[in-house]
Structure formats: C-alpha cells, structure tokens
C-alpha cells in the first residue's frame, strides 16, 4: 500500500483535517445531545464541535515538537556525566550535515532514546539508563540513528502524527473506540520498514555497523520501556517499547534490526 506521507500528493493538512475530522466525531456526539437537551438550535451544537475539533488542531501541528517534549519530565544535557553524549552528538552533527540539536536527559533506568523534531523544534532524548549501559562506540550509533532520523524528514513526520493523533486521541481513554482506525492511520503514514531504513543509513553515518548492532544487543538485555511511555509516543522511540504499538511490524523487532546489521 502507498505510503501517504511518501506520495506526491501528501499535504500536512489532510492529516490534519483527519485528526480534526476524529475529534468532531465524540464532539459532535456531546455538543449535539447538549444541544438537544437545552433549547439552542442543533446547528449551534455541531458548529461549536467544528470549532472545538479545528482550533486545537492547528495549534498541535504548530507545536507538535514541544508538545511532545512538555509530555516528558527532561532535564537538560549539560553535566559532566553528559559530556560524552554532547560531543558525540556535536560532531555527528556536522557529519550528518543538520543543525545541532537539543540534547535532553529523562531520568529512568530504561534503555531506549527518541527524536522530537518540527520546523521549530529539534531535540534527542536519551534515558539515563542508556547513557550508564553503552560504551562511546555504542553510544555513538544510536547518536547517528537519532540524528538520520532528524535528516531524512522520519523523525519530522513522526513528531507531526503523534502530537495530532497521540497525544489528542490515544492517550485518551474517552477516544479508545477510534484506536483501530487511528492505528490503521499510522500505518499509512509511517513506513512501518523506517526502522530499517535508519539502522542503514545510521551505520553508513558512523561507518561502523558493529557499533550500532552492538548497542542494540546491550538495549536488549534490559528494560526498553520508560515509564514515561505512552500509546501516543511509542512510535517516536528508538527501540519499540512494546510490540502491540500502532506501528509495531517485524521491522522494528530489535532482534531483526541485530541480525541484519550483523550481515552489513
């Protein structure tokens, strides 16, 4: 099946329009039994959940990077026990060819990182449990994994669905009934190979494809799921959290992503 975000035709505001067109559905359902439950015309009802659906959308695609962010206790990177990952990230940077993003911690034992990226924003994201269980090498090629992410758009359109139809629908046990149609949504907007894809492109980066396969090994032997994971954010992970995500495929099992990286 074409991809919707990889077609010509793709345009922010037809996914924008669907996670509006999802929220006016339960709001429309409300506004309209308040409506008929008051004496206000039932148009009044429907306009209010139009505008109820639309407004808040436009500012979550204009903040999708912050959103994301404000939805994690992080703390900035900059202490001695940070150094490594801040050079690391510094001249990877350069390499890759994009601008040097924020570097954040979240303090939790698990091992995993993301990246959050939007016109505005651009921001990697390690767990203190990941910084404490690989060695530079390793470090280094989830850095690279993070940073391709942020070059070829992925972690762009990432960020853009699952602060419109994550953090507005998934996280929310009153919108559980649209999960199926919202997880066929991701689907068709993220490749759900992206894994794969970056796994190469980020081993091409280092020129070191043990490193990378290495690291994932490590990530493997522990815990890979925050505490601060939800249904709205799994997608944004390095390494899947948990395999019943919207996105989850055998693209992104990590044993698959070690054994291919082990053959390149």
């Known amino acids: 099946m074409t991809k919707l975000l ?5 345009s ?8 509006a067109f999802l929220l006016f559905i339960p709001l429309s359902i409300l506004l ?3 409506a008929w439950l008051l004496p206000i015309p039932f148009a009044l009802g429907l306009l209010a959940a139009a505008v109820f659906a639309v407004v808040p959308v436009f500012v979550w695609a204009k903040k999708a990077g912050s959103i994301m962010l404000r939805s994690l206790e992080l ?5 001695h026990r940070e150094t490594g990952f801040i050079n690391l990230v510094e001249g990877l940077s350069l390499t890759a060819g994009v601008a040097e993003p924020q570097c954040y911690v979240l303090e939790d034992q698990a091992r995993n990182a993301m ?22 090498v390793e470090l280094e090629g989830v850095v690279a994994e993070l940073l391709v992410q942020i070059k070829n758009g992925d972690a762009q359109k990432a960020t853009f669905v699952s602060a419109l139809f994550g953090q507005t629908i998934l ?18 907007v993220l490749s759900a190979e992206r894994s ?9 980066l280092t020129r070191y494809p043990p490193g990378l396969r290495d690291a994932f090994c490590v990530i493997k032997e522990g815990n890979v799921k925050p505490a601060a994971t939800t249904k709205g954010n799994e997608c944004l992970w390095c390494v899947a959290p948990s395999s019943r995500g919207p996105l989850q495929s055998s693209g992104s099992e990590i044993g698959l992503r070690i054994d291919v990286l082990g053959e390149l």
């Open 12 to 19: 922010k505001v037809v996914v924008m329009a669907i996670a």
């Open 75 to 79: 703390t900035p990177a900059k202490g």
């Open 171 to 188: 996280n929310r046990s009153g919108l559980s009934f649209l999960w199926p149609l919202v997880s066929w949504l991701y689907r068709n």
């Open 196 to 204: 794969l894809a970056a796994d190469r492109l980020a081993v091409g």
């Open 32 to 34: 309209g039994l308040v």
């Open 115 to 136: 990246v959050v990226a939007d016109d505005s924003v651009q921001a990697l994201v390690v767990t203190r449990g990941l910084l404490e269980s690989l060695q530079r």
């Open 6 to 10: 990889d077609t010509p035709r793709y």
